[in-house]
């Protein structure tokens, strides 16, 4: 799939590849949504959330990595496709698949549910030790933030690159970052 | 394609039904993800941006509106579906089309750009007011806001209802209405 795209891709090509049963492969995996959803689970994947305290910079850099896989998984199969391209890829199919076959769609908002408990636990810490108001949900701030780059991303096709991200990160986090440094530290 | 929905729909049948020459449809319309587009824009026109001075209210109607747009797209074709049903539905094959397609790409960029250019004029207002940091982009709130109703239309499959929009309001603005209202009113 990462040499083809999604429209590229067969099973059937994955069987001769990996020398395995046929049977094997599509009880695992019965169509190529399934293969795509573990595909994006496993970029998520390499994907770490540290909480070191700091949590404006632990949500940058966690926030600029999950960008970079979305970018990643944009340019999925289209080797030759320039900046200028500003297609969702591979992640808008997800979306689709997500959306026409509810065993699929199932595996997706799975995998997004598990893989989003991650940045909830340096979020809620963060409240915790006052960094946060008591008032904020965190499940509402990662809907901004993740939904701020999935939404251009999907959406108005605008870029979500470093500084984006930081700006975006600043900006959710202003709250916060004034009550925990009036003196604007 | 509100009746049979994405896939049961074809261009045929409303040439038949249109009574028009199937030259000038497809000159207007030549596939039918372009009709699809023109139903979410028709959709999305029909959702009015206030402008009252009140930016937290003017932002809670507005996106309310905005995510029952986003649910009624959701069951277009689909009348048998039950609210245990979570898929995003067409707004998904909008997604799909404008990455497959080029030019579809470039209808769906462009007819968010024209239609988020709305909201931004009001939260400008409110920064002008002081009702809003200086600091705050107007275009980067308004990603944390749309953002996180696509991001849980189409990702997560969390509700966008009414209760979960104005916590969403409430959140973003946080910081505005601790600086407009400091006694808490």
Do not use: C
Request: net charge negative; hydrophobic share 45%.
């Amino acid at each position: 799939m990462t040499e083809r795209g999604y429209d590229g891709f067969a099973i059937d090509e994955v069987v001769a590849r990996a020398s395995v049963a046929k049977t094997t492969l599509y009880r695992r995996w019965p169509s190529k949504d399934h293969l795509l959803v573990a595909l994006v689970a496993r970029i998520q994947d390499e994907v770490e959330v540290a909480d070191t305290g700091d949590i404006r910079r632990d949500l940058t850099v966690y926030l600029t990595a999950v960008a970079t896989g979305l970018d990643r998984m944009r340019r999925v199969g289209r080797d030759g496709a320039g900046e200028a391209d500003r297609s969702a890829g591979v992640v808008a199919e997800l979306v689709a698949a997500a959306a026409r076959h509810p065993d699929v769609g199932d595996a997706v908002r799975g995998m997004f549910a598990r893989r989003n408990a991650l940045p909830l636990r340096p979020l809620d810490r963060a409240r915790e030790r006052g960094a946060l108001p008591t008032g904020i949900s965190s499940e509402v701030v990662f809907d901004q933030l993740a939904g701020a780059l999935y939404y251009r991303l999907l959406i108005t096709g605008a870029p979500i690159g470093a500084d984006y991200v930081q700006e975006l990160v600043d900006q959710v986090l202003s709250t916060a970052t004034t009550a925990s440094h009036p003196d604007g530290t």
